[in-house]
């Protein structure tokens, strides 16, 4: 947003946009639909990267998750973070899609963030090193500090079993894994990320 310095001094909008920040991309990407066919395809790197960049929601009707960038995000207290459309942004993900935000609390569930996107018409998304996919937004009054952490191989098979058993079981509310990620895989998963700060 080219004008958004200004907008700053208005209370309310200051207030609406407080401990919210920008996920921008870290690589150069693009991705085509074709509504008459439902097939999303890319010539850009391998089939590989396709499936890890890509994932496919619901093809048939343009719907799909941008999985870049992957970020993590945790907090050792319950806290809810919305991700959001970044509307006071211009790039091509901004004019192409409808965003399809979520919500979920970050202190009792490990999974990535990601885009999910809605395509309306036939096209072709050209997403470029740093343009901005998404928003996240902290649901607290209190500033938020991000630290950054490495993300380690007991980390990521942390997240790898929690998107597998989401993936081989019927749609369970978020308060289920909740409940599991307390049970399971909290503390350590704490202690891990603890162990490497890089901040």
Not at 25 to 34: A, K, M, T
Not at 87 to 111: C, E, M, P, V, W
Request: hydrophobic share 35%; with cysteine; net charge neutral.
């Amino acid at each position: 947003m080219q004008s958004g310095i200004g907008m700053m001094r208005c209370p309310a909008f200051a207030k609406s946009i407080a401990n919210t920040f920008v996920l921008k991309s870290p690589i150069n990407y693009s991705f085509s639909w074709d509504k008459a066919t439902g097939i999303f395809s890319s010539d850009m790197y391998s089939q590989q990267e396709f499936d890890e960049f890509i994932h496919l929601r619901d093809s048939a009707n343009g719907v799909l998750s941008f999985g870049t960038p992957h970020y993590l995000f945790c907090a050792e207290e319950p806290l809810i973070m919305e991700v959001s459309h970044a509307t006071y942004h211009n790039a091509d993900i901004q004019k192409k899609t409808t965003y399809l935000g979520g919500s979920f609390d970050i202190g009792r569930h490990f999974r990535n963030t990601e885009a999910a996107l809605a395509l309306e018409d036939s096209c072709t998304i050209n997403v470029k090193e740093n343009d901005p996919v998404c928003y996240v937004r902290f649901q607290t009054t209190e500033p938020v500090k991000l630290v950054p952490f490495f993300h380690t191989d007991t980390l990521m098979q942390i997240r790898d079993q929690i998107f597998k058993a989401k993936n081989h079981c019927s749609p369970k509310p978020l308060h289920f894994w909740y409940d599991l990620h307390e049970r399971i895989y909290r503390k350590r998963m704490l202690k891990e990320i603890k162990d490497n700060l890089l901040g």
